[in-house]
């Protein structure tokens, strides 16, 4: 029977390695989480957007057919040209185009938020967060936060720390290890009636004496510290120029909601009546309904692009924006 008595440590540095290695794991599954959260963020935003396109296609659609009914009155009345009639037949068709894609636009938004959500594809959860929420982070804050808080630089640090065990654990082994050995025998006639043997072996590393391995471990620690050094560098400019970015979003979208689309909104309006006290005809009335259709579709896209720079900044930050 011989039974190796490991020296050096080689026990308890093998059992740090797999502490390291698990909460190198845990610190991907933190990293994953927030992957997840930062999709899941896209596709609220999207799916919110999308429906928000549809209702608005909608309500252009009712107003297009108030105006093709009022363009049939007054060409049955005799003060209006067949063309009128036909100028808003053809205005009502591409608002009833554009909602058809609109649908299935959403539809699909839908689809893809109850994937992430591990919801049934049908369900139809309702949606209570506005299409303007969001906290502005000041770039020097977001670059301090990810370099403070980023899940990446987590992972990062927990292989350094599982890294830096395999290298004690590549020095341990340089150690030898004693291997006693004992034997009994019994029944060895004509020698003898019971013998034993006692012994000790070692491995004397003379020409063998594991360096190559601790250098290995050595070259992928300081791998990794420059990767942690280079991932700084780059996080921190993503989270700065993300950070810059998302407040400029938001200024565009605020002067959309609270300057742009009220006048075009009123514009509109003053057009409908204009054009049903036939002070003025369909090509004017249809231009107004153009230019509104296009500032609230650019509203929509200016309040996406919102929600997509702060799930940019989020991303880069690699922490849930507050």
Same mark, same amino acid.
């Given at each position: 029977? /011989?039974?190796?008595?490991? +020296?050096?440590?080689?026990? @308890? ?46 309500? +252009? ?16 009345? /005799? ?18 185009? &554009?909602?058809?894609?609109?649908? =299935?636009?959403? &539809?699909?938004?839908?689809?893809? %938020? ?15 967060? $506005? ?7 000041? $770039?020097?804050?977001?670059?301090t936060r990810a370099q403070g808080s @980023? ?26 290890? #004693?291997?006693? &050995? ?12 019971? /013998? ?17 391995? #601790? ?17 700084? =560098?780059?996080?921190? /400019? ?6 810059? +970015? ?14 742009? +689309? ?11 009546? @204009? ?7 369909? =090509? ?9 259709? &296009?500032?609230?579709?650019?509203? %929509? ?19 849930? %924006?507050?």
């Amino acid at each position: 029977m /011989g039974v190796p008595l490991e +020296l050096g440590g080689k026990r @308890s540095k093998r059992v740090a390695v797999g502490e390291a290695t698990l909460r190198t794991g845990d610190a991907e599954l933190a990293q994953t989480t927030i992957e997840v959260r930062n999709a899941v963020r896209r596709a609220y935003f999207t799916r919110a957007i999308a429906e928000t396109r549809l209702a608005l296609l909608t309500e +252009l659609r009712d107003i297009a057919t108030r105006a093709r009914d009022a363009a049939q009155a007054r060409f049955a009345a /005799g003060s209006a040209p067949r063309l009128e009639v036909l100028q808003a037949e053809l205005a009502l068709a591409q608002v009833d185009n &554009d909602a058809v894609s609109a649908k =299935a636009s959403a &539809d699909g938004a839908r689809v893809q %938020l109850n994937a992430l959500l591990a919801f049934p594809l049908e369900a139809t959860p309702t949606l209570a967060t $506005p299409v303007d929420a969001g906290a502005i982070v000041a $770039p020097a804050d977001a670059a301090t936060r990810a370099q403070g808080s @980023s899940t990446e630089l987590a992972v990062l640090d927990r292989r350094i720390d599982e890294q830096r065990a395999k290298i004690a654990l590549a020095q341990a082994n340089r150690v030898p290890d #004693v291997t006693p &050995d004992a034997t009994l025998t019994r029944n060895a006639e004509p020698e003898f009636n019971v /013998g034993w043997r006692a012994a000790v072996a070692m491995t004397v590393p003379i020409f063998t004496q594991h360096r190559a391995g #601790v250098r290995v471990e050595e070259a992928t620690l300081t791998q990794l510290s420059g990767t942690r050094a280079a991932t700084v =560098a780059r996080i921190t /400019g993503e989270a700065t120029s993300a950070a810059t +970015l998302a407040d400029a979003q938001r200024q565009q979208y605020l002067r959309y909601r609270d300057q742009i +689309l009220p006048q075009a909104t009123e514009v509109e309006r003053m057009a409908e009546d @204009s054009y049903r006290l036939g002070q003025t005809g369909i =090509a004017a009335f249809l231009q107004a309904l153009q230019a509104t259709r &296009d500032a609230r579709l650019r509203a %929509l896209q200016a309040a996406l692009d919102y929600q997509n720079a702060l799930a940019d900044l989020e991303r880069a930050m690699g922490t849930p %924006l507050p």
